[in-house]
């Protein structure tokens, strides 16, 4: 394998879903990679959701020259020019002749890539470790993207699972209670983190072990992830009506302080929490039996979007006492181009290369602070280097906004892009909970230095990720009450003074002058609104926030005039080649779907991979076929049907009931 550059991209592909404004994966990624003899270094990496403002981003561009435009500007952004990068993987379209479709690399292994990618993403995180000792690894989310899909020959499940011994793996299929949370969020309108969050914020528990054993015993955890929905969505609404009745009938004790659905949601939620702990526990006990696995001499490597699940994971190590933790920053989709890449230099060099994860920094610089804070003249009031006694006065006082270096990966604030509070009262978890539009129970996670961790936190371990919850020692909880939940527990990040020397400075000075070594560190954004990239954005939600203080790359800005700022909405990001032209889509159109099909067609050719290796709707004769097939299909009365009607209503809005209907009819 040549050594120079490489780019693994994980972007929805150009055209089709462009014209349609859909997304097939979501948490786009694009990473910049070199090697060099036996190293290989993850140079830069980016979440494209910072880029374009659109959270979870998804979708497209117009063609495959505006998505080689983006990637050009990223690669100058690190003084990389496209022309020097060896190959281009993960996205057709991306590349020209230099893309090498990597997913045929392991047709030997039906599982889909997609799954794949998340297995190497965290049991490669560290070579040193995975050549070394044995390595259980699972990935665990909602399901592939479609366009995964199309590399499996045969499609029996959706979840991976690999062990591995001296850098050799065996592949097995796992299951995943991801669909679980998935059925909530539609359910009830809350993101997978609230619902989680309420789960431990109200204290009503409905005690449904009955539908817990039932759910554990029939639901396939297992298996296509679009079968599974329609089943979660089933149990869900049995779950559901069982914990209202139990609160309508006195059988739990009623919270005062949430709303009679909040308390509803909770107990639902905590059950689901326990089906899922469950479903994880049985993955293991099977892969420890199957391969005689002693779990204190084994890494467990977790990813996929369930991985963000906190209390689960700490409770697979506290259980098992795994030896360590593999899991990057961004478990999610979001680390599926660092999975894509160092699954094709596993696969071409074998253990014969080395690869270590620098940490989570590594995403967008901006440290021109003159030229970031043009136009915001008349609101700055002073610029000084930063201290660390400064930093102290300033949290005792409020809320700040810390912006510091490159960003970090993943969905989850680590030191650079933060807003950091007092921990020490309740006062900042309202705060920081008011700044962010959000409900006044969610709870905010503490980062404390690693030295201090144990004396602090029960059980506690290394956690730079924010990847694990510990329970804050009962010595401890009411001198720490805005970083507690109601059961103690908290999500921590833990931080030595190599990983980020700054922030480091900041704690030690906190716990010198406050007694208490660790901080509130909640993301810099606003509601709905993916963490913020630059400096102009902190800027901008600074004043629109009223904050009089902020400390940009170490200098500390203070602020004047912000009730005279205009802007009422985040600071504009970059959202082409992404934003959606008349023109651009009515050329596609003709290009595309020449035989007018109706655009829910084409919705379900994206997402059926079974269509899409037998139509092409770019042909007419193809597309007429391809209709009379959906029609049948949304005709017949069986599960398949249900949860193509399940995703049409959803994905598609309004139109879909005319079609379902008329097909129906007919």
């Not at 009830?188 to 409905?206: I, Q, V």
């Not at 079974?610 to 009379?628: E, G, I, T």
């Amino acid at each position: 394998m040549r050594d120079g550059y490489y780019v693994s991209a994980y972007l929805t592909q150009p055209g089709l879903p462009y014209l349609l404004d859909t997304w097939l994966r979501h948490n786009n990624n694009v990473s910049l990679w070199l090697k060099s003899g036996r190293d290989v270094r993850v140079v830069a990496y980016w979440p494209v959701e910072r880029l374009s403002g659109w959270r979870r981003h998804g979708s497209g561009a117009a063609d495959e020259a505006a998505v080689l435009g983006l990637v050009a500007s990223l690669l100058s952004s690190v003084g990389v020019d496209i022309a020097d990068v060896v190959e281009f993987w993960g996205t057709p379209g991306v590349g020209g002749d230099r893309y090498v479709d990597v997913t045929g690399y392991f047709g030997d292994v039906d599982l889909p890539p997609h799954s794949l990618a998340h297995i190497f993403s965290c049991a490669l995180l560290d070579t040193d470790a995975a050549w070394s000792m044995p390595v259980l690894a699972m990935a665990v989310d909602g399901g592939p993207d479609s366009d995964s899909i199309l590399a499996v020959k045969d499609h029996r499940c959706s979840f991976a699972g690999a062990y591995a011994e001296s850098g050799s793996f065996t592949w097995f299929p796992v299951e995943s209670p991801a669909r679980l949370f998935t059925a909530a969020r539609h359910r009830y309108g809350l993101r997978e983190g609230t619902l989680m969050a309420l789960a431990t914020a109200a204290s009503c528990d409905a005690g449904l072990g009955g539908l817990r054993d039932q759910a554990l015993s029939a639901l396939p955890f297992s298996g296509p992830a679009a079968g599974l929905l329609v089943h979660c969505e089933r149990f869900l609404g049995e779950l559901d009506q069982a914990a209202a009745g139990a609160l309508a009938r006195g059988r739990c004790a009623a919270d005062d302080r949430f709303t009679p659905r909040e308390q509803v949601i909770s107990a639902v939620m905590k059950e689901i929490q326990r089906i899922s702990l469950a479903v994880m526990e049985r993955n293991v006990d099977r892969a420890c039996q199957r391969f005689a696995i002693d779990p204190g001499q084994t890494a467990l490597a977790l990813a996929g979007g369930f991985a963000l699940n906190c209390p689960t994971t700490s409770a697979l190590m506290e259980k098992y006492k795994f030896r360590r933790l593999l899991a990057p920053p961004c478990v999610d989709d979001s680390g599926q181009s660092l999975g894509i890449a160092l699954g094709v230099f596993y696969r071409r060099c074998g253990t014969g290369f080395s690869f270590r994860f620098p940490g989570p920094y590594l995403g967008h610089r901006d440290e021109d602070l003159a030229a970031s804070l043009a136009g915001f003249e008349q609101y700055v009031a002073s610029i000084t280097p930063a201290s660390p006694g400064q930093v102290v006065q300033d949290l005792q006082s409020g809320p700040v906004v810390w912006f510091d270096g490159r960003a970090e990966l993943g969905p989850r604030a680590l030191g650079h892009r933060s807003i950091l509070a007092d921990p020490t009262t309740l006062k900042s978890k309202d705060e920081l909970n008011r700044l962010k539009q959000r409900e006044w129970w969610r709870p905010v996670a503490p980062v404390i230095r690693e030295e201090d961790c144990g004396d602090w936190f029960e059980a506690a371990r290394p956690s730079p990720y924010m990847l694990e919850t510990f329970l804050v020692r009962r010595d401890r909880e009411q001198l720490v009450p805005a970083i507690a939940h109601l059961d103690r527990s908290a999500r921590v990040q833990t931080l030595t003074r190599d990983q980020n020397p700054f922030l480091h400075d900041a704690l030690s000075a906190f716990g010198h002058q406050a007694g208490v070594p660790l901080l509130c560190n909640t993301s810099l954004n606003d509601k709905g609104e993916p963490i913020i990239d630059t400096v102009a954005q902190a800027v901008n939600f600074c004043l629109r926030k009223a904050l009089p203080v902020a400390y940009l790359n170490q200098q500390r800005v203070t602020f004047k005039n912000a009730h005279l700022f205009p802007a009422t909405q985040p600071h504009p990001r970059t959202d082409q080649p992404f934003r959606r032209d008349p023109a651009q889509a009515a050329r596609l159109a003709r290009q595309l779907n020449p035989a007018g099909l109706d655009e829910l067609y084409l919705h379900i050719w994206l997402r059926y991979p079974m269509l899409r290796r037998k139509f092409d709707p770019a042909d007419p004769r193809s597309a007429h076929v391809l209709k009379k097939t959906v029609d049948t299909w949304l005709a017949m009365d069986r599960e398949l049907d249900e949860g193509i009607r399940l995703w049409i209503r959803r994905a598609v809005g309004p139109n879909a009931d005319r079609v379902v209907a008329s097909a129906s009819a007919g």
